[in-house]
């Protein structure tokens, strides 16, 4: 039977596995493969596997009883294995990756942000600063059939909100950082012009939260900051 994989572990780590349950219905009974180094939680796969919310929970859970008690690496929703033997060649095979990997995570969080600003805000900023757009604007207003230059004036709007998104987003990131051991960008979202991950030591997360909430307080009240975590480290492993 094909096996499901929650995360590896060092072979040391407590796997305290009790009171928890696994993906499917009825639940697969959560189980341990071991190599001498490193360890993998494990359970039967269901055959019907989708991304429910009840499994969808039962895979967090488990990954947060381990981050409890040690490093671990989080495997994504829905990754299988052919069966327990495979899986143990891998952590064989791979074994100092998957070691290095997770002395780097030892005590190490993932918190997400994302930050978006009001269109508003944003298009005042440009036609106060761009004397371009400010003409086409006014052009525009005063002549409402004048096609070309309504059209310049939104593609010269849209490569400014575009370079100036860019540009927030990397300042944000980047007074961030000092706060963080490692950082990860992703992709924006249509409402979010950053979308970035952090990695934080446990014991600091504290003082990285408060460096949100004072970067958030900086911007004012046209940006909203989202912070979510701590949360499995997915995007550093």
């Known amino acids: 039977m094909p096996t499901y994989i929650y995360a590896i572990t060092a072979a040391d780590h ?10 499917g219905e009825p639940a697969a ?18 055959a019907d596997l989708r991304a429910k919310r009840r499994d969808l929970v039962a895979h967090q859970s488990v990954l947060e009883r381990l981050m409890a008690d040690g490093a671990a690496l989080p495997m994504r ?11 143990r060649a891998a952590l064989d095979q791979g074994k100092d ?19 978006s600003r009001e269109e508003e805000s944003l298009l005042r900023e440009i036609l106060t600063q761009s004397a371009e757009a400010r003409r086409l604007s006014e052009y525009t207003r005063e002549n409402p059939g004048a096609q070309n230059e ?4 939104g593609e010269l709007v849209s490569q400014e909100v575009q370079a100036r998104q860019e540009a927030m987003a990397k300042d944000v990131a980047q007074t961030l950082a000092s706060a963080a051991e490692r950082v990860s960008e992703g992709e924006p979202t249509k409402t979010h012009f ?13 003082a990285f939260s408060q460096a949100v909430h004072e970067e958030a307080e900086r911007r004012g009240e046209d940006y909203t900051f989202s912070l979510n975590g701590p949360l499995p480290p997915y995007s550093f492993v």
């Open 194 to 206: 950053l979308n970035v991950s952090f990695l934080v030591r446990r014991d600091e997360a504290a």
């Open 14 to 23: 407590p796997l305290r596995l009790d009171g928890l349950s696994g993906v």
């Open 29 to 46: 009974d959560l189980r341990t493969v071991k190599t001498r180094d490193l360890g993998a939680v494990v359970s039967d796969t269901p």
């Open 77 to 87: 929703f829905g990754l299988v294995g052919p069966d327990d033997e495979q899986v």
């Open 150 to 153: 309504k059209m310049a004036l």
């Open 97 to 115: 990756s998957y070691t290095a990997r997770l002395a780097e995570l030892d005590g190490r969080l993932e918190y997400n942000l994302k930050v």
